[in-house]
């Protein structure tokens, strides 16, 4: 999970079988490594997470080698191999890893030494990087499926494998990475399971290959993907295939046993595939699916390509129809919103839930004809109290210790859609669809923050929105409504101690402590759970 500001020892990686391994430098090179430093932990200085990421280099691609057993409490043995090209002379270099075993390191097919600091692994090259150039950094390690105590994340185990949840800051718990949005790369997957498992990833696959009672799957993405949106699927899964708009390929993952149960509601992907074109223009990726899981996390997940659900939401027939699918739409629009468009820091998250809550809702509205109007008074009456407790939605409040995806709370789902119901009161519809458009198509493949946004929506309304944007994404207190000014905050509801457990029991989706979906639109579910 990301990195908080609270004081904490973490674990460290585990087991490194030298401090600082000897290398074959030179004499001259070793009296530059005596001379240096000790390793420290470094960040990119996220206002939330201020020692996530590193400083220093960009991250061209990934290649990462995972080897499955069967067991899955058991660590996979891999190789994740990093293209980087350093921004200046590097004498040494920053990777986030922690919760894995290093055995070596090489960078340029030379021993490199390394050392762990906090979270870093902190590698140094034989030779200094010159600053513009390129360099190969290879990885062995293990990585490890079981959750360090009171911090999931990473590896989720599944009933029959692995699947990935590394939002927002544990694909380092996973692999060796630059752990942090604001540096894309492509990714290249090879996962060798054995015989009679299936292993799928983001992008395309790119081939199999089988050897001793092993297969090795290979895939590939076309564009370049945040850390946090990797994902990798082991499981004794069934891949089915269908068309998308345009010839686009859909591929979903499913638990074998399941598939004409869930066939039903993944045959509506295409349709909203069509629906989400409409409102922002083409699918940026070159794939999409849903992987199901049988597990239990309180969430869903936008992994790029490949968005992770709990199989429990299609199969329990609690959640009304309509409400599920505003979920699966939740998570396509993030394809846009998030995945193409990735914030280039954390606080930038209202960008990413704030137009996935408000592309479910409009579906959801026109649709299953549930008012997207009604929704958003509904927030605006309790948008003060989620902005005491979150902080405003571009000023987030860092987690609070022990939670782990604090930042992920309804100041930056319901608040922040209705900052964006705000903006369209504002602007009028016409230009905040243009809006829409231009924001995904200005920006795709990249990152982008909140100043971004406000200028490019002020150059299409013709006019400053500067203090629009001001008061509504860093004000303590909500604005008025443009349009409804009749709109007020409205006291909590007041819920009786055992009606409020009893809520939080048959919700089933993690009331526990804020998670991605759930705090999204728990009154959603609350609501409209039995209809």
Not at 204 to 219: E, F, I, N, S
Not at 507 to 530: F, I
């Amino acid at each position: 999970m990301p990195r908080t500001l609270r004081p904490r020892v973490p674990r460290r990686l585990r087991t490194l079988k030298a401090t600082l391994l000897a290398s074959a430098a030179s004499g001259a090179c070793a009296c530059l490594l005596a001379a240096s430093a000790p390793p420290t932990a470094l960040g990119v200085g996220d206002r939330l997470f201020p020692q996530l990421g590193n400083p220093g280099y960009d991250v061209t691609s990934y290649d990462l080698s995972f080897t499955y057993t069967g067991d899955n409490s058991k660590p996979l043995r891999a190789v994740t191999t990093i293209d980087v090209r350093p921004a200046q002379d590097l004498d040494r270099l920053n990777l986030d890893f922690t919760h894995g075993e290093v055995d070596s390191v090489e960078v340029d097919g030379l021993p490199a030494r390394f050392a762990a600091a906090g979270e870093d692994l902190v590698v140094t090259p034989q030779v200094p990087l010159p600053g513009h150039g390129w360099a190969r950094i290879t990885v062995h390690h293990t990585s490890d499926p079981v959750s360090e105590k009171g911090r999931d994340g990473g590896w989720v185990r599944t009933a029959d494998g692995l699947a990935m949840a590394n939002q927002a800051d544990v694909a380092h718990l996973v692999f060796p990475c630059n752990d942090h949005p604001s540096d894309k790369a492509r990714f290249t997957f090879h996962v060798t399971v054995p015989e009679g498992y299936t292993a799928v990833a983001n992008g395309l696959p790119a081939g199999t290959a089988r050897r001793g009672g092993q297969v090795t799957w290979t895939y590939r993405t076309g564009h370049p993907m945040a850390t946090e949106l990797a994902q990798v699927s082991i499981g004794r899964s069934t891949v089915l295939h269908r068309t998308g708009p345009h010839g686009l390929p859909v591929r979903d993952v499913v638990p074998t046993g399941d598939r004409e149960a869930l066939e039903p509601w993944l045959a509506r992907t295409p349709g909203q595939i069509a629906w989400m074109e409409s409102k922002v223009g083409r699918y940026p990726f070159e794939t999409y699916g849903l992987l199901m899981a049988s597990a239990t996390t309180g969430f869903e997940l936008e992994t790029q390509t490949l968005s992770l659900f709990e199989k429990e939401l299609f199969t329990d027939p609690a959640w009304p129809k309509w409400y599920v699918e505003s979920v699966m739409v939740h998570e396509l629009s993030h394809q846009w919103f998030g995945d193409s468009v990735s914030p280039r820091s954390w606080s930038d998250l209202w960008l990413n839930e704030g137009h996935a809550t408000w592309y479910e809702a409009l579906y959801a509205d026109e649709k299953a004809h549930k008012s997207m109007e009604a929704r958003m008074k509904a927030a605006y009456g309790a948008s003060d109290r989620w902005r005491e407790a979150g902080g405003p939605p571009a000023l987030p409040k860092p987690p609070k210790a022990g939670q782990k995806i604090g930042i992920f709370r309804a100041n930056v789902y319901d608040g922040a859609a209705l900052v964006l119901y705000a903006l369209r009161q504002e602007i009028g519809r016409p230009a905040f669809e243009r809006l829409e458009r231009a924001w995904v198509r200005e920006h795709r493949d990249s990152t982008a923050n909140t100043a971004d946004f406000e200028r490019l929506a002020s150059a299409v309304a013709g006019r400053d929105l500067g203090g629009f944007f001001k008061a509504w994404l860093y004000g303590v207190k909500t604005p008025p409504m443009p349009g409804h000014p009749d709109w007020k905050q409205t006291p909590p509801p007041r819920t009786a101690p055992a009606k409020a457990a009893q809520t939080a029991r048959t919700s089933g989706r993690a009331k526990t402590a804020p998670t991605r979906t759930v705090a999204k639109a728990a009154w959603a579910r609350d609501a409209h759970r039995k209809q």
